[in-house]
């Protein structure tokens, strides 16, 4: 079952990254997303296990922590958080290949000028989320609060990764290909 999972998820990536690839006619672009969301999947997890080991300290009852566990919940909010953080990041690329128009390449100016017009629609969408987020988090029930915890920091994590982590790594590599 372990092993089925595993052949799952590597198909899925690999998937993605062929889309996003063929769409953007570059190999770059499908890399660049698939890293992004393994840092948001990751940071993620990572919080949901850290917000276990703090639930019993004395200040973490204010924040509503506990001591989560992946549940079918999770995993939901796990799914979610792929799909939201895969969905900024394409509108960051789609806005990356409509400024590059007939470039081969992106340069820094195009991906820099591509981020800051996308900058004011991915924050005030991602304020939004957070918004009914943080909502269903305070005031919601034990059902699904560990969902709005992990969406929460994949909300945040996933806005910071389609500006700062995929976007950036469009370029690399392209500097070579340019001199050569």
Same mark, same amino acid.
């Given at each position: ?5 595993? !052949? ?8 993605? =990254? ?6 953007? *006619?570059?190999?770059?672009?499908? #890399? ?21 080991? +703090? ?7 204010? @924040?509503?922590?506990? $001591? @989560?566990?992946?549940? !079918?919940?999770? +995993? ?9 953080? %895969?969905?900024?990041?394409?509108? =960051?690329? $789609? *806005?990356?290949?409509?400024? *590059? ?45 560990? @969902?709005? @915890?992990?969406? #929460?920091?994949?909300? %945040? ?12 790594? =469009? ?10």
């Amino acid at each position: 079952m372990k092993l089925d999972a595993f !052949l799952a998820i590597g198909l899925s990536l690999l998937a993605v =990254v062929g889309y996003i690839s063929i769409r953007f *006619r570059s190999f770059r672009y499908g #890399l660049a997303a698939i890293v992004a969301l393994t840092h948001d999947v990751l940071i993620a997890l990572g919080l949901v296990a850290l917000a276990g080991l +703090v639930a019993d300290q004395g200040g973490a009852s204010a @924040f509503l922590l506990s $001591d @989560f566990r992946i549940d !079918l919940a999770i +995993v939901a909010a796990i799914l979610t958080i792929v799909g939201y953080s %895969l969905n900024d990041t394409i509108v =960051v690329f $789609d *806005r990356i290949r409509e400024n *590059r128009g007939r470039l081969a390449f992106g340069t820094p100016t195009v991906i820099n000028d591509s981020v800051n017009q996308t900058l004011s629609r991915t924050v005030l969408t991602s304020f939004t989320t957070t918004m009914a987020l943080l909502t269903i988090y305070f005031l919601g029930g034990d059902g699904v609060h560990g @969902f709005a @915890f992990t969406m #929460l920091i994949g909300v %945040l994590v996933g806005t910071y990764s389609s500006i700062a982590i995929a976007a950036p790594l =469009v370029l690399v590599g392209e500097g070579k290909q340019q001199a050569a």
